[in-house]
């Protein structure tokens, strides 16, 4: 089987690359794949990417890597037909928040023109059977008048962003009124992706996470930003003080492990006509919470101090969700401690500063 990774050095990205290679070998994967069954991942990168993650978790030279930006809809062609994948986890996207404030176009055109890209490619490269019906089909269920022959499933990440505040649990059907350009270019690619498998049955499963944390989490979002400034400041050995922004804000944070075992089971799934599943811990925690378990986790003197330019333009204050779906239909539910996963995230940057 071939499996292709959008985004391969990322931070889920690589831990399903991980997760998928050692399934049956390493319990840390949280995953079980069948026997004997050959799989070759394949994976895209940009040309200046951070290759430690592989590197650190050992795979780096057990992946075939592609050259290429989603925004350029050549090369996104070009990958998939030279590699003809069976399996598509599309992660790569610009994900950040208050990156999408400051350049909204930038992530519009990852998000939505690289998802665009990527769906043209696949009609472009497979084998189909037309209807000779030219009638748009409405029901994303498959039917006789217009059936795809080869297709990869492709599963899309979303994201809770794309939600914005509700005061009760959010799930797969609650309304989608995202309140950032973050949340608004991954609902356009939900949609996208949905109308995708509607029209040319092309087998599509989305996910919508919660907020992912652990080992490699990047250091621009709030998880990451505190556990990399311990770990400076554990590094400098005189003590020092945390910058932060919004202390009250809720959020629920589940550890990347999970995370890629919800992508797995999700893609092995029968479900693929547009199909959502939500993922996420039970409980949501204060970022306040979060500070004070990695300021506990360290040995050093650590005093804290607001920074305004770390508030968000808007803002929710919770955002809790319901999971039942992911339990009922996948067998998913979040197993990872959060005080394990950041004691892990925390690990993570006292080996990188």
Request: neutral net charge.
């Amino acid at each position: 089987m071939k499996i292709l990774i959008t985004g391969v050095p990322g931070f889920a990205a690589s831990q399903l690359a991980y997760s998928i290679l050692v399934a049956n070998e390493n319990s840390e994967s949280l995953m079980i794949r069948p026997k004997n069954e050959d799989i070759e991942i394949h994976g895209t990168k940009r040309v200046r990417t951070d290759m430690y993650r592989l590197e650190k978790l050992g795979i780096a030279d057990q992946i075939k890597y592609h050259l290429i930006e989603l925004t350029d809809s050549v090369s996104v062609y070009n990958v998939i037909k030279e590699v003809m994948p069976d399996q598509i986890y599309h992660l790569a996207a610009q994900d950040y928040v208050k990156s999408s404030w400051d350049s909204p176009h930038e992530t519009f055109r990852t998000n939505v023109e690289g998802t665009i890209n990527l769906f043209m490619a696949i009609r472009q490269c497979y084998p189909r059977r037309i209807s000779s019906d030219p009638i748009l089909i409405n029901n994303l269920r498959a039917t006789d008048q217009y059936q795809v022959l080869e297709y990869p499933k492709v599963l899309v990440t979303s994201t809770s962003e794309s939600y914005g505040y509700h005061k009760e649990r959010i799930h797969e059907n609650t309304e989608q009124k995202p309140i950032n350009p973050y949340g608004i270019s991954k609902l356009c690619q939900d949609s996208l992706s949905r109308l995708y498998a509607c029209a040319y049955n092309i087998p599509v499963v989305i996910t919508r996470s919660f907020n992912v944390t652990g080992w490699g989490r990047n250091d621009p979002f709030v998880d990451s930003d505190f556990a990399r400034q311990v770990a400076t400041i554990e590094k400098n050995g005189k003590g020092g003080i945390i910058s932060h922004g919004n202390l009250e804000a809720k959020r629920t944070f589940f550890d990347v492990k999970d995370a890629v075992r919800g992508y797995y089971l999700a893609m092995n799934s029968e479900y693929n006509k547009g199909d959502v599943f939500c993922f996420g811990a039970e409980e949501s925690t204060s970022i306040q919470q979060l500070l004070n378990y990695l300021t506990l986790m360290s040995t050093s003197k650590i005093t804290t101090k607001v920074d305004k330019s770390r508030f968000r333009p808007i803002d929710t204050d919770d955002m809790r969700g319901d999971f039942s779906k992911a339990e009922r239909l996948l067998g998913w539910k979040a197993q990872v401690p959060l005080e394990q996963s950041l004691k892990e995230l925390l690990n993570y940057w006292r080996e990188r500063v």
